[in-house]
């Protein structure tokens, strides 16, 4: 690092304190529709950090930008201190992605498509054939590594694609709706891999779902986001309890203990929002493409 | 789910079985990230990753081969011998359908790179490349490994042509180097004509748009080339378009490695690899608003 960078970069300021992720006033538009707008989000390292949020809330597009795919300035979005506008390869190296569509190529074995990701991260090829093996190992894919991804159920598919991100050792995983369309006991089988794999690595997790369940199962900390903001942010016990408080101020009396559900609903639902631009912000091609992805995971 | 694996597996046919084996000993490679590649060298390391997955592909499902087979076998077989027979396009001393066949190895192998982008918005479609743009993969290497991936099909397919020509009585050279870079001519022109079609497929975004503009380029491509004829019989506007059309450098090329016709093979491949690159430059430029 030199000193010509601009004052608002520390050099060993952000990357020094030790975030897996730092995304400072983040703001992505397509066209008119302000997707992310004004985000600000910090996930240490080590944890399993859960985006929540309604349709259409923008977590898919805060993901897009964070994983590169999306151009944003410098000094916005930091993956382990490196600059995702700037070091863009660096970035890449630490992360590993699973799509919010199911995306392994069907043309290809399973033992293919991870092997495809093991190349292109450059491990080398003594290395190959084991690395793939252990990553297809890991999620259970073993025995259907030979056949055509095409054969494969839609939870399979999900398992292949965690294997392909698994297989160059990601310090963040990053997860958009993991377990849409997965059966429970699949579901939990592919969240106690990765609790084996973060056991050993300390990898972080990024993970966006629509189910509350597993959300306050599996998460550290949540961040509810609604409109291409953060409306919430903490521990799932803090999120309920701050919808306590919230209630005895409003003079609310509901005598149930809040669930995560509540908290959902309390910050995305319609309660706050005034319905006038959210009609207009593409809910129907959101759904359809929500549709989509599970009609062909399930 | 067809080949269900022997033993039932209780409750849900997708639970993942538990290992025996404690998990740190079990994935011990997946705790270490691998070394990075640096600079240059990940240009052709991708150029390897993607040719690779082009050849397991077209090992799964080969009807591709067969069925692409077809239409220079017909080229070749019809238009060639009755114009071998009718004598009413000048190509000197030099058969009419040995003259044609260059000419069909390198309009075959175009057909296929043309119609590569296809394959790229059905990967972005799909997620797939979405998730190759989020590795440690530059665009320039991405789409370079893309390009000589279209090549690798267009080679196998020159060498099926090659084959049929020969059966056909087509006096080729039999000398291994001049075959040899006849299949490098044959990988330049696709890669060339595969960032044609990726650059276009960064611009139009959609599958049916693309073989629309696909369609309507081919044939005047391949009319606007000395494919079929030769230059000197060609209207001057033609000529002049011919003059600019890498597909004529490159049947230019091939006639001279293959058949032994006179040919300027220095300009032939330094216009070839220019055009690749720029071909490389302009998909990789266009390629990131397939990732938007
Ligand atoms: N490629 C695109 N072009 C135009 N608008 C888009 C595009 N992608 C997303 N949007 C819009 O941006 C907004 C945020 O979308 P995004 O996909 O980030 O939501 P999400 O929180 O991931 O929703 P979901 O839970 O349904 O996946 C939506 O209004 C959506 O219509
Ligand atoms: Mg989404």
Redesign the interface.
Known sequence: MTTSLPHHVEPAGRSADGAALSCVDLHYAFGATKAVDGLDLRVEQGEVFGLLGPNGAGKTTTIRAI?????VPPGVVEVFGHDAARQK?AV????G?V?Q?????????GH?NVA?????????RR?RA??VA??L????LT??AQ??AG?Y?G??VR?LELA?A??????LLILDEPTIG?????RD??W??IS??R???GMTVLVTTHSMEEADQRCDRLALMHRGRVRALGTPEELKAELIAHRRESGDADPRPPSLEDVFRHFAGSGLGDPGPDEQRGEFSDVRRTRHTASRVG | ???V?ATPRP???????D?PVA??Q????????????GGLR?VP??V??MC??EL??LR??RTELYTRAVQPALWLLIFGETFTRMHVIPTGNVPYIDYLAPGIIAQSAMFIAIFYGIMIIW?RD???L?????????RAALVTGKAFASGVKAVIQAVVVIVIAAALGVALTWNPLRLLGALVVVLLGSAFFACLSMAIAGIVLTRDRLMGIGQAITMPLFFGSNALYPVDVMPGWLRAFSAVNPLSYQVDALRGLLIGTHAHLLADFAVLTVAALLGIAAAASLL?RL??
Do not use: N
């Open positions: 994983t590169t795919l999306l151009p390869m890449r190296r630490l992360l992605y799509p569509q199911l995306s392994a190529d069907a043309g290809l074995t293919e495809l990701f093991a190349r292109v991260f450059d491990v080398p290395e084991a690395r252990q990553a190992d890991a999620v259970g025995d259907a056949r055509s054969t159920s939870g399979m398992r392909q698994l297989v160059s050792a990601p310090r997965m059966d429970p006991i699949a089988s592919v106690e891999r084996d794999i056991a050993g690595t | 789910m067809s080949a694996p409750a849900s046919a997708d639970a993942v079985p290992g998990p740190d079990r994935f011990a490679l997946l705790l270490a990230p691998p070394r990075a590649r990940v390391a991708r390897v990753a690779a997955v397991q592909k799964h499902d990967e799909s997620g797939v979405t998730k190759l743009l989020v590795t440690p993969t530059p990131g990732a938007r």
